[in-house]
């Protein structure tokens, strides 16, 4: 019997180890559960589910593992239809994705298994463009899009994607010239661009190692390089070609070529050489005289010239970085840090740019050459001086506040929402506050704790991208809250009040803005217990201060909005709203989709001084989020083209996440902030290296002999 009973536990025992070992990690779980109700949940898709389960241990169709990771989804030719959903970018030790000859229709997901190794979507119904995010999927090796429906520009996207071997866009409606960034792909073999609407030259795969290149029926014009013509399997029929011999290079100039290994070895000793000839040659004083006048040319540069806002503000604030077409520091994109204490980290990995790109002015130093650097101290030092403490929410007389606001007169009034209207406190020692006073009707047959309860709630929220109440006032049927006063007003006078003092806020500062209003709405959807639904993001509540940082305000109303009979923030409500009880954390994505659409063209989300079909600004502009030559004709004119142009897609994408129709295919507020966040790497790197080749010969395919 004792021996029946350690038999029965051992086994007993062993399932259960075995149990805990073929368990799946849950953020893959979760993405395939999304991923098969984005299917409508196909019955062909044996062991899947529409909610939890075990992909890796239960053996799910298509799924392969090792150990508790999902490493390979291979659904080739399994007559799906639907979508992927929006959460892909949590399989992150996925290598291999294959979802090719389906029915799958909708855009390609921006968000992919971010360390694939081989991606094939081919042979589906997806339009829309090439997504950006693949210039971050380093590891990618394989590439095939081809037989969609993808239209619009490919984008300048290949910088870092080095190990790329394949690249297939066949057989879509690609049009425009073919990036710069093709050039740096030194290890692309195989390029399929046939069957699209490709216009321009060829002359960036010139020095590619291709051995399979098909551009067959594009627009392609001049002459196909030399270079190429030895490849064993070209085809270039179907193009408008020109005739005769290529034209020789202008007079005293030469082609580039990339040099073989011995004379790139003989250039170095050649230039070694030449260098210990020359100082040997140049006296010591001719020498000092030439430093001396270098560096005198350096410093007298002149600044760049600006009619943008923070050409003002640095002048006053000294700790404020601008954000100049010119000269870019990453840390000034984002006036935000998150508390360990508070936040669940939610970029992807760790590192020095992560941390920096918390907080403004931390962490860089300006050196004498004008390089940005990094001080591993400086940013510890600054982050342990930054951390702020817990606002003290104190109580004011309704006797003071009665005073303060010259007894509420209408020239103190600062604005009026669906809840109440805000007045400015002015006080003698120059404290200045923002008093929001409810609507006493909101209270009718209601408790009075109800209001005590409203302020609990709202004063312990924190975060730097929030307005923090300060204080509040119940007396004699009054119920206030208040706040401090932001002499920088909203986002909305920003960008829709103008006048003929006004200045535009940059590009750079446009993006800094969207990020910081997402880090506050991630805080309210994914840190606080339990999620907080905001029910009205719109610019007017998002209140800058005087370094340009945002402040969403308005949060924790929730329950008042619900019961006003108003439309919500005409033009930023979700289709899904018709009355605000039908609020969710996706309608708030919606909402924040359509402030970034703002940000991007400076229209306001509903104008009835437009024409019919530009009335509402996300019917306007949904359309042409995935068109690049629309994308600039859709950029605020107030910026002047002053942007960087490889920032436009990436910004328009994730729009194009947040104002989805469908609730479903809306990114959750997490990946919205990821997507920012990367955009704002992206940038720096591209200013980094844009400043880096400005210091070069700026001429790309010619050198003076």
């Known amino acids: 019997m004792h021996c029946f009973v350690a038999r029965f536990l051992l086994l007993f025992l062993g399932t259960l180890v075995s149990l805990v070992h073929s368990k799946t990690d849950s953020p893959d779980v979760s993405a395939l559960n999304v991923m098969f109700k984005s299917l409508n949940s196909p019955s062909q898709l044996r062991g899947w589910k529409s909610s939890g389960g075990d992909p890796c241990g239960d053996s799910w169709e298509g799924i392969e593992c090792s150990g508790s990771s999902v490493t390979e989804i291979n659904l080739r030719d399994h007559n799906l239809s639907g979508q992927l959903g929006y959460q892909l970018s949590s399989l992150s030790s996925v290598k291999i994705f294959d979802v090719s000859k389906n029915n799958l229709n909708g855009d390609v997901p921006y968000q992919l298994p971010p360390n694939a190794q081989r991606i094939d979507l081919s042979e589906n119904k997806f339009d829309g463009n090439v997504p950006y995010s693949m210039s971050q999927m ?35 409606k690609l049009s425009d010239t073919l990036p710069n960034s093709l050039a740096n792909l030194s290890n692309l073999n195989t390029l399929h661009l046939q069957n699209n609407r490709f216009t321009g030259t060829i002359n960036v795969l010139a020095d590619l190692p291709l051995n399979d290149l098909n551009v067959e029926n594009n627009k392609f014009t001049g002459w196909i390089p030399d ?17 005769g011999t290529a034209p020789p290079p202008p007079p005293g ?100 740019i992560k941390s920096l790109l918390k907080s403004p002015s931390m962490g860089l130093r300006r050196s004498a050459s004008s390089r940005v650097s990094f001080s591993e101290n400086e940013f510890a030092n600054r982050l342990k001086g930054r951390r702020s403490t817990s606002v003290q929410v104190v109580p004011y007389s309704l006797a003071d506040l009665q005073k303060s606001t010259d007894n509420f007169a209408p020239d103190r009034l600062l604005g009026e929402g669906t809840i109440g209207r805000v007045y400015r406190a002015k006080y ?44 509040y006032c119940s007396e004699q049927g009054h119920n206030m809250l208040i706040y401090d006063y932001f002499r920088n007003g909203s986002l909305h006078d920003f960008l829709h009040v103008a006048d003929d003092f006004s200045k535009p806020l940059t590009w750079n500062t446009r993006v800094r803005i969207a990020l910081g209003v997402a880090r506050a709405v991630e805080y309210l959807h994914d840190v606080c217990s339990p999620s907080m639904v905001h029910k009205n993001i719109k610019s007017s509540n998002i209140l800058l201060d005087l370094e340009l940082n945002p402040r969403l305000s308005d949060y924790g109303m929730a329950n008042f909005h619900q019961r006003t009979s108003q439309n919500l923030g005409v033009g930023y409500n979700a289709p899904e709203c018709i009355k605000p009880s039908a609020y969710t954390l996706r309608s708030d994505v919606y909402s924040f989709g359509v402030v970034m659409l703002e940000l991007l063209t400076g229209r306001m989300p509903v104008d009835s001084e437009r024409p019919s079909s530009e009335y509402c600004l996300v019917k306007w502009a949904r359309p042409q989020l995935h068109d690049t030559d629309a994308l600039f004709g859709m950029a605020d004119p107030a910026l002047r083209g002053l942007y960087p142009p490889k920032s436009l897609p990436p910004f328009a994408d994730i729009v194009a996440l947040c104002v989805q129709t469908d609730p479903e295919r809306r990114a959750p507020m997490s990946e919205v902030v990821q997507a920012l966040v990367r955009l704002v790497q992206q940038s720096a790197m591209n200013m980094k290296e844009d400043l880096s080749s400005s210091r070069r010969t700026t001429d790309s395919e010619y050198e003076i002999v």
């Open 138 to 172: 380093t590891n990618l090796e394989e590439v095939n899009l081809s037989r969609n429906r993808l239209e619009g520009q490919l984008s300048d996207m290949f910088a870092k994607v080095q190990k790329l071997k394949s690249f297939d866009v066949s057989y879509n």
């Open 227 to 243: 270079e190429l013509k030895g490849i064993d399997n070209l085809k270039t029929g179907g193009n408008s070609w020109s005739t």
């Open 428 to 471: 003698p020692d120059g404290k200045v506050l923002a008093v929001k006073k409810i609507d006493s009707s909101l209270f009718q047959g209601q408790k009075s704790e109800e209001f005590s309860k409203l302020v609990a709630n709202i004063s312990k929220l924190h975060h730097p991208n929030i307005a923090e109440l300060v204080g």
């Open 253 to 352: 100039v030469q082609h580039r070529r990339r040099p073989d290994k011995e004379e790139s070895e003989g250039s170095k000793i050649s230039l070694r050489n030449g260098l210990l000839i020359g100082f040997s040659c140049l006296g010591g004083v001719t020498l000092l005289l030439f430093i001396i006048c270098i560096c005198t040319m350096r410093r007298s540069s002149p600044p760049p010239s600006s009619h943008f806002l923070e050409e003002d503000i640095i002048g006053r604030r000294k700790g404020f970085t601008p954000l100049h077409s010119q000269e870019l520091d990453p840390e000034a994109y984002v006036g935000i840090l998150k508390q360990p204490k508070d936040f669940k980290s939610t970029d992807p990995g760790n590192g020095e």
